[in-house]
């Protein structure tokens, strides 16, 4: 017998996404209402998508939380409960199994943070990744907004959240590891002007929290600490191999903590230059 969909909406955000949009909805494989919502991309990303099935939508990118709200208010849903994912991301059966059990119970909260496994080079980053990382992923669409912060979004509402225990799968290099320093590039920037607020992506931080019993809001403390501290470049490099153990995650591991430390720095050079007026 054929197990029941789950009453939950599923939207994926995608940009020339074809090398992903197919395993992403084939993960998602018996969800009974399925949408992409595209932004423009010039490769097969459209096509594959609706030959699997997907409602397609198009609206250009502004920001990662328009575009999230965008959906949330026209996007024809069959379900109130909603599930936003990116093309480079996977869910597991586990996880589709506690998403379904938990929105059947009823829950009177605004939405569920879900934590994800970072994959690189074939390995989990378990340490380097920093898990279980949350986002707020499943969500209602009546009781969740979200708001722009730094380059990606934070989620606005007035009721609790819920929180997952299974993760789904985040494949962040699998166009390559030039497009991750091009993407992280644009975002580098993005993050310097939020945290000087010249951007409208810079305010949605509540204070405090970096001794809080919640492991998302003591995250945002620390990061927010770090990121008015010199020497960003080294202070990340020490915290994910020695504090976070990347080391332990082996060679993958260790060339993701440089990673996180040169975008740390790039962050930095946009800092030092906005701040004196000279950002080309």
């Excluded at 949330?72 to 379900?79: L, M, N």
């Excluded at 991750?180 to 992506?201: D, T």
């Amino acid at each position: 017998m054929k197990a029941e969909a789950p009453p939950i909406t599923l939207v994926v955000l995608t940009r020339d996404e074809e090398r992903n949009i197919g395993d992403c909805l084939a993960s998602a494989e018996g969800f009974d209402d399925v949408h992409v919502l595209d932004c423009g991309s010039t490769d097969r990303t459209v096509e594959i998508a609706r030959a699997l099935g997907a409602r397609v939508h198009f609206h250009p990118f502004e920001s990662f939380g328009r575009q999230r709200n965008w959906a949330i208010d026209h996007i024809p849903a069959r379900h109130d409960w909603h599930l936003h994912l990116d093309a480079d991301e996977r869910l597991t059966p586990e996880l589709v199994e506690e998403m379904t059990r938990e929105v059947a119970a009823g829950p009177a909260v605004g939405g569920y943070l879900v934590p994800s496994k970072l994959l690189f080079a074939g390995r989990w980053l378990r340490r380097a990744g920093q898990y279980p990382a949350y986002q707020v992923r499943l969500f209602h669409r009546g009781r969740l907004r979200f708001g722009d912060h730094g380059h990606g979004q934070r989620e606005e509402t007035t009721y609790p959240l819920g929180r997952l225990r299974q993760p789904y799968l985040h494949h962040a290099f699998s166009k390559g590891l030039d497009h991750w320093f091009a993407k992280h590039a644009v975002y580098a920037r993005r993050e310097a002007e939020a945290a000087l607020g010249v951007s409208p992506a810079s305010g949605g931080e509540r204070p405090g929290g970096l001794f809080s019993r919640d492991p998302t809001l003591r995250r945002r403390a620390w990061k927010r600490l770090a990121s008015r501290l010199p020497g960003r470049y080294f202070l990340r490099l020490f915290y994910m191999l020695l504090v976070r153990g990347a080391f332990l995650d082996g060679p993958p591991g260790v060339a993701y903590a440089h990673m996180l430390a040169t975008y740390e720095a790039m962050i930095d050079v946009h800092l030092k230059l906005l701040r004196h007026g000279l950002e080309p």
